[in-house]
């Protein structure tokens, strides 16, 4: 075979990973919002409105969060040029510890962001809820490592399983009068099991460690990345 045919079949099966993982998103995305918007139906019948406006202000809090606290890294992951396992160890730091300061000062912020919404008493809610950026931190580099290899279908077993434990929760404690918890509990036991799922079938070793250049490289790449995502339009 010569080198063409060889980059040519290089390019073809590249091609074909790229169209099974687009595919399996699209599936994966149609599902998750059918699971959505079945289980609000059930929800809707047992919790009361403002138990619904409480979440809706613990929601608003994690989005931000999530949104400051993605500085691109899962996207240089998956365009990192070298061997994932040499970069690896530095970008877990890095995502773990990003989540966990931005977790420590909204756990602070909370009093003051819940009074400032017109809901002092989502304090616990907020704080509960926004738990989920720590559990993404941990799991970023191995979600990036599945999307780097095209192994969507794996992302999306993992993301069905969470869906099923955050129905599995939230619906019996709505049903025990838990209110606005039953939300939060559901969604952070769901990010628990999905992130457990996707460490499992990514198979990076979970190892700490921190290279100065290697994080370098990560942020010059990540953080414009991620700036022209938030500015582009909708």
């Known amino acids: 075979m010569t080198n063409t045919e060889e980059i040519q079949r290089i390019h073809t099966e590249i091609g074909d990973k790229a169209g099974r993982g687009l595919r399996w998103s699209l599936v994966g995305t ?4 059918l699971g959505s918007f079945a289980m609000g139906l059930v929800l809707a019948r047992l919790l009361n409105p403002s138990d619904y ?11 931000v969060l999530m949104h400051i606290n993605d500085v691109g ?12 396992e040499d970069m690896a160890p530095t970008a877990a730091t890095l995502a773990a510890v990003f989540g966990a300061v931005v977790y420590g000062i909204f756990w602070l912020a909370a009093p003051a962001y819940s009074a400032f919404s017109g809901e002092a008493d989502a304090v616990g809610v907020v704080r509960l809820l926004t738990l989920v950026i720590v559990i993404d931190g941990l799991t970023a580099v191995r979600s990036a490592k599945l999307m780097r290899e095209f192994q969507q279908d794996k992302l999306i077993i993992a993301n069905t399983v969470g869906l ?6 939230s619906i019996p404690l709505a049903a025990m009068g838990s209110g606005a918890f039953s939300f939060a509990w559901g969604q952070v036991a769901g990010a628990a099991a999905t992130g457990l799922l996707v460490t ?5 070793p979970l190892r700490v460690g921190f290279n100065r250049e290697i994080a370098w490289k990560l942020l010059v790449y ?13």
């Open 164 to 169: 099923l434990f955050q129905a599995g929760i």
């Open 200 to 204: 499992i079938f990514a198979r990076v």
């Open 73 to 84: 890294l899962i996207a240089a992951v998956v365009q990192w040029r070298g061997k994932l």
């Open 222 to 234: 990540g953080f414009p990345s991620r700036s022209a995502s938030a500015s582009r339009p909708s």
């Open 53 to 63: 406006g409480t979440f809706g202000i613990a929601t608003a809090a994690l989005a």
């Open 30 to 33: 149609l599902a998750a919002k």
